[in-house]
T-cell receptor
Framework: EAQVTQNPRYLITVTGKKLTVTCSQNMNHEYMSWYRQDPGLGLRQIYYSMNVEVTDKGDVPEGYKVSRKEKRNFPLILESPSPNQTSLYFCASSGQGASGYTFGSGTRLTVV | GDSVTQMEGPVTLSEEAFLTINCTYT??????LFWYVQYPGEGLQLLLK?????DKGSNKGFEATYRKETTSFHLEKGSVQVSDSAVYFC???????????FGRGTSLIVHP
């Protein structure tokens, strides 16, 4: 089944403790993105990647890192999480052409 | 810069009512346009798309027409059901890539 898999689905952590949210797609897609969803703010892009080793900042990149060493994986790294990074995070991927994005099921992160 | 504006919600309707959710965009060039739907507790799913002016996207009884002259892509459905209750996001492709820019989302609540 074609899908984007994020892990974990839920995560509670403490301020300053480094964490990684994994994202993997099995569709051989070139494009991958991370978004955060907050009430009243909709979906805001954190980082995106147009292919292996090609990443760029989105609208709200501060406090986040990404890497794209393999085509299928696009992990999101929070080196020193803070409470304002408490949010619902989505990974998404797309191939060439205007086929639209396939989204993962989301990761709900709480930083205390 | 490129942006998408959609009507604020929530939109509250009775079952079998007519639905319109407005969406307008600003962009350089001619983006592809999308509607995504997010059911409670899930990730976003592509609902429909249109890639050029005057194209009509349709799926599950929903329709939207790409109007270049008014830079709009309004979502319509003739008769909504309770199961259509969700958050709807309008999006456009970003520049020459396929990285979408999303609107803030419109919550739809359908009562029996």
């Amino acid at each position: 089944e074609a899908q984007v898999t994020q892990n974990p689905r839920y995560l509670i952590t403490v301020t300053g403790k480094k964490l990684t949210v994994t994202c993997s797609q099995n569709m051989n897609h070139e494009y991958m993105s991370w978004y955060r969803q907050d009430p009243g703010l909709g979906l805001r892009q954190i980082y995106y990647s147009m292919n292996v080793e090609v990443t760029d900042k989105g609208d709200v990149p501060e406090g986040y890192k990404v890497s794209r060493k393999e085509k299928r994986n696009f992990p999101l790294i929070l080196e020193s999480p803070s409470p304002n990074q408490t949010s619902l995070y989505f990974c998404a991927s797309s191939g060439q052409g205007a086929s639209g994005y396939t989204f993962g099921s989301g990761t709900r992160l709480t930083v205390v | 810069g490129d942006s998408v504006t959609q009507m604020e919600g929530p939109v509250t309707l009775s079952e079998e009512a007519f639905l319109t959710i407005n969406c307008t965009y600003t962009a350089t060039g001619y983006p592809s346009l999308f509607w995504y739907v997010q059911y409670p507790g899930e990730g976003l799913q592509l609902l429909l798309k249109a890639t050029k002016a005057d194209d009509k996207g349709s799926n599950k009884g929903f329709e939207a027409t790409y109007r270049k002259e008014t830079t709009s892509f309004h979502l319509e459905k003739g008769s909504v059901q309770v199961s259509d209750s969700a958050v709807y996001f309008c999006a456009q492709s970003r520049g020459g890539s396929y990285i979408p820019t999303f609107g803030r989302g419109t919550s739809l609540i359908v009562h029996p």
